[in-house]
């Protein structure tokens, strides 16, 4: 008998750090690549290796991301197939917020109703291609109680991250510590960290005990990288899976590897820009693993030359259907559908969301532009950083970020 596993997708998280694109949406639902939302990557991965039995837990803002699973995600059910949004339980109070590990005690009955033999916890917000059944297999193998996926990071950054430290097998975790402020370098590279990537495969009976027993501990923040894990780590069940060794189909030596955490603005943009250089890291055109979405009914895109000399075009750029370039120049930029450049504007080194126009003449530079934002006619966004920190939101890269429907003055 093959063994049975669950998938729980994370997809709860507030993300402060990328405002105003989380004004009025969950972090998972935020737009990447004009076509896709954050969530659609740990998806699409799930899917890909036929783990088709999926439930999304949510909580913070979570209209839009709900209505996105539910319309993209429809799998068919004859054979017992779903991708389910479950919402937070409605409780009031200083308790609404609660963490990860809160959100799986709270919703146990979902594990009850499938009784899998192994659960699959991964996070909503990365951008990566991973076959999450060779971890699973690994796991499995090893009879580890949790199976902790892993990557190496500068260590600079390891107090955004759980740390794992391995013991002298490389597969026993020996000690994890949640975002430490003063983490200590991997032996063979002391510029490095071993990163949680805050993707778990528990074994069920393990995962169920754990989370009663942290249930009932007072003093717990009811979070899996700050509390669960480290339970498993003291009684020896935690493994740890490097993800270095995941092959995909379809990936090369370049883009084996791959994967951004896009927690801050400036690292959402930086992976954004990546898909717009000529030889991106990340292949967003392997169809051997592809990446699913979905959109509305849209027209192709369409160029058009209205204006004598000026010729509606775009170079290095992404995109979308239903993007109409009227004699606008696009440069290394993400146009998302709906998009227009009407003529003589010019958009460079930008991520357009849907539906954005940018007016006669108007020039944007560096920015992220969400939804239904309308750049008048002659506006200059990118160019004056004292202005555009009074209207907007600027990042420490210099990165000009304008929150959905808001309005902008010339
Ligand atoms: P963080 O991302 O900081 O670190 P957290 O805020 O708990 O941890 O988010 C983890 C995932 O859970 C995200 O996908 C988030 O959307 C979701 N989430 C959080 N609270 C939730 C809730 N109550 N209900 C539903 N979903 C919720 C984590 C790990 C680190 C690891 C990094 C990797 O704790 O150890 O290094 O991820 O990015």
């Not at 991708?83 to 709270?106: I, M």
């Not at 942290?214 to 740890?240: C, Q, R, T, W, Y």
Request: proline share 6%; glycine share 8%; charged share 20%.
């Amino acid at each position: 008998m093959p063994m049975k596993v669950l998938a729980i997708v994370l997809a709860g998280g507030e993300g402060k750090r990328l405002l105003p694109l989380t004004a009025d949406r969950a972090k998972p639902a935020v737009p990447f690549a004009g076509m896709y939302r954050l969530i659609d990557f740990v998806l699409s991965n799930l899917a890909n290796a036929h783990y088709l039995q999926i439930v999304v837990l949510t909580q913070y803002k979570n209209h839009s991301l709900d209505r996105h699973v539910s319309r993209t995600w429809r799998l068919s059910s004859m054979l017992g197939n779903y991708v389910t949004p479950v919402p937070a339980q409605q409780r009031l109070g200083p308790h609404w917020f609660s963490g990860s590990a809160d959100a799986l005690f709270q919703n146990l009955n979902l594990i009850y109703d499938e009784l899998p033999d192994h659960v699959i916890v991964f996070g909503a917000d990365h951008i990566y291609r991973m076959d999450p059944r060779q971890m699973v297999e690994q796991h499995i193998d090893s009879g580890a109680d949790v199976t902790v996926a892993a990557i190496r990071q500068p260590i600079e950054l390891a107090d955004q991250f759980g740390v794992i430290e391995a013991d002298a097998s490389g597969r026993r975790i020996a000690a994890f510590r949640e975002k430490p402020k003063d983490a200590v370098g991997l032996p063979d590279a002391p510029d490095q960290i071993f990163a949680s990537m805050g993707n778990y495969v528990f074994r069920t009976q393990a995962l169920i005990e754990a989370l009663r027993e942290d249930a009932l501990d007072p003093g717990s923040k009811h979070d899996l990288g700050g509390n669960i894990i480290p339970m498993f780590v003291k009684s020896g069940g935690a493994e740890v899976y490097d993800f270095a060794h995941n092959k995909v189909p379809g990936s090369t030596e370049r883009d084996r590897g791959y994967w951004r955490d896009v927690g801050t603005l400036d690292a959402y943009y930086e992976a954004s820009m990546d898909l717009v250089s000529v030889q991106p890291v990340f292949n967003l055109y392997n169809d051997r693993w592809p990446i699913y979405s979905g959109h509305d009914p849209l027209p192709p895109a369409k160029f058009v030359h209205n204006e004598g000399d000026r010729v509606g075009h775009a170079l290095d750029s992404l995109v979308s259907p239903g993007v109409i370039v009227s004699g606008g120049t696009a440069l290394r930029s993400i146009l998302s559908p709906g998009v227009v450049l009407h003529s003589h504007s010019h958009v460079e080194d930008s991520v357009l969301m849907g539906c954005v126009k940018v007016g006669r003449g108007a020039i944007v530079r560096k920015a992220i532009i969400d939804k239904n934002v309308v750049i008048p006619d002659g506006a200059r966004i990118g160019f004056d950083p004292e202005y555009d920190r009074q209207r907007f939101t600027v990042t420490r890269e210099g990165v000009v970020v304008i929150g959905k429907n808001e309005i902008v003055d010339r």
